[in-house]
């Protein structure tokens, strides 16, 4: 997949909250197995070197179904598909999302396959893999998806059957191409207040930005066009962003856009903070460096053959409606739109589950 590298000191949005000890996969890990239960749920966690990369893993199965699918639930497994989440950030980490919703998961009878992706959460720094800290695209991170799959199902022998990819923020764009990649090992790409079109992003955020510093609209976009040379890229989703930022700090601006109201943000900042895992800096400049705030999926939706479920919360104006409509013009995706800001299960885990229910129908 093509990108236009340039350079900007402007963050990405991130999920991101806390600024806590880090832990490592040594915290979590005695051996490259571990094995626990929770309420609910039998958690494997895997530290794996795959696609050059140490890579940090779970695997949640409900209580009373082996990893192969045998044992009592056996039946009804065969039935319930593999869901595959893909935490958002970038550069977040899949804890929060098991911790808050691994046991409901469970209860559903569902298999649920939760990564920490490379320079995220417990997996490895970006210098530390064979791609190095510079390196870091959407098809690499794809890959790293199909090498854990590989794993579980070649080395460790799970019946895993096509995979529900469930990407929530920038995981959503994991979770589609992915899909466009591997349609082979792909049931669904349910995605969750998804980005898309990261120029029309940085719009909206300037826009939230401008209304709330009380000044007009002043989107750089026209004058950079006008005074790029012929041949060159003019970075507009980057100026765009700059100029948010300036406005309105980034943890600000992210907060009024993402939530339906405050004890929801501090339900999650909880969260993150007893998980005490650092945010994803070195991803998001990685990201950024490489071209993020100019990068349009657009173009590749109608190259996506899987079924896609878009799932999201009428409060997330960072995806709600702009981002959406994408999906829904061009891959005709099914669209659930609930009350509730971009992490919905937070707002009312019954609704989301229900929606997630009918996705898998």
């Not at 920490?116 to 190095?132: I, K, N, P, V, Y």
């Not at 349910?190 to 510093?213: I, M, N």
Request: contains cysteine; charged residues 25%; negative net charge.
């Amino acid at each position: 997949m093509e990108r236009r590298p340039y350079e900007a000191d402007s963050q990405v949005p991130s999920a991101y909250c806390c600024n806590n000890t880090p832990m490592t996969p040594d915290d979590f890990l005695d051996d490259d197995l571990n094995t626990d239960t929770l309420e609910g749920l039998r958690l494997e966690g895997y530290e794996q070197r795959l696609n050059g990369v140490d890579l940090y893993f779970e695997v949640a199965e409900p209580w009373g179904a082996e990893p192969d699918g045998s044992g009592e639930a056996q039946q009804s497994r065969a039935q319930v598909p593999t869901l595959f989440f893909l935490h958002g950030g970038p550069g977040y980490n899949a804890l929060t999302f098991r911790e808050l919703l691994g046991e409901r998961l469970a209860q559903e009878g569902w298999r649920v396959i939760y990564l920490d992706q490379r320079g995220s959460g417990r997996s490895a720094a970006l210098e530390d893999s064979e791609q190095g800290a510079d390196t870091l695209t959407l098809d690499i991170l794809s890959s790293d998806v199909e090498a854990v799959r590989e794993f579980l199902a070649d080395e460790q022998g799970l019946n895993l059957g096509p995979l529900t990819l469930l990407g929530h923020g920038f995981g959503a764009l994991i979770a589609l191409e992915y899909a466009r990649r591997y349609p082979q090992h792909t049931a669904r790409a349910v995605v969750v207040g998804p980005w898309v079109h990261f120029p029309e992003l940085a719009l909206a955020l300037l826009a939230e930005a401008s209304e709330r510093a009380g000044q007009p609209l002043q989107d750089p976009r026209q004058d950079l066009e006008a005074n790029t040379p012929e041949g060159e890229y003019p970075p507009v989703g980057a100026a765009r962003i700059e100029a948010a930022f300036a406005l309105l700090n980034a943890r600000d601006l992210l907060n009024a856009m993402q939530f339906k109201d405050a004890p929801t943000r501090m339900r999650l900042e909880f969260a993150d903070a007893e998980g005490q895992l650092l945010g994803g800096a070195q991803v998001q400049q990685a990201l950024v460096n490489q071209g993020l705030w100019e990068f349009e999926y657009p173009a590749f939706l109608q190259d996506i053959t899987r079924p896609i479920f878009v799932i999201v919360g009428r409060h997330d104006r960072s995806s709600f409606p702009e981002q959406v409509q994408w999906l829904t013009d061009l891959a005709n995706a099914d669209l659930t739109v609930l009350d509730a800001g971009h992490y919905p299960w937070l707002d009312d885990e019954d609704e989301f589950i229900a929606a997630l229910q009918d996705t898998l129908r």
